[in-house]
């Protein structure tokens, strides 16, 4: 028993240090409305990044939040690392659509429609962190052994991480789209420095 209260006490008292990605969408918009051709496509883009932000935004205030508070639950690894996760999803799609929009191997209309894609993978994320302060809050009305808590958190937690890996493979998928394009024409070179190298990873 002294054994289990100490891991459970170290577990608790462990101050949660790993890194939330910093996220800078400023210049996004901004590119968004250099390379759209029309009003309407720009309009929906940026909407999509001001949706992204906002999820982002939830996200960090309750990472925040849950820094401060030790005595949470148990399990507070997991879903730090289920809100890193969300932070995570959300740098893959800002850096990489960023340098997507300087790539003349996407229509305008292909740029769309991946940034639509983008946001819903994250729309889908962020009601994963909803599900997640939920389980977690005291207060909402949910009667829960802690053993069903954990339970639950382990299950989310694994549904967000899938979907940071379904979002590095719809990534890597359009980055492959404009590799092979590239190739076609001998410019492989720019897109390999556009998004680094491909090592295969791309397909």
Known sequence: MIFIMSVVFVSIATPLNAQFAVIDPSNLAQNI????????????????????????????????????????????????????????????????FNKMLSDPNFSVDELAAISNGYTKLLKEG?????????????????????????????KIHLEMRDYRNLVLYFTNKNISVSFLRAQKVNDADRVVALYGNANDRYW
């Open 33 to 96: 409305l250099t390379v759209a051709r029309t009003s309407t496509t720009a309009a929906n883009m940026i909407k999509n990044v001001e949706e992204t932000v906002k999820i982002y935004k939830q996200g960090k205030e309750y990472y925040d939040a849950l820094k401060s508070v030790h005595d949470l639950i148990k399990d507070a690894r997991k879903v730090k690392e289920t809100i890193e996760l969300l932070s995570e999803i959300t740098s893959i799609y800002v850096t990489n």
């Open 126 to 154: 962020g009601n994963l962190l909803s599900d997640i302060k939920q389980v977690v809050s005291s207060s909402n009305g949910l009667s829960m052994t802690d053993a069903e808590r954990m339970s639950l958190i382990d």
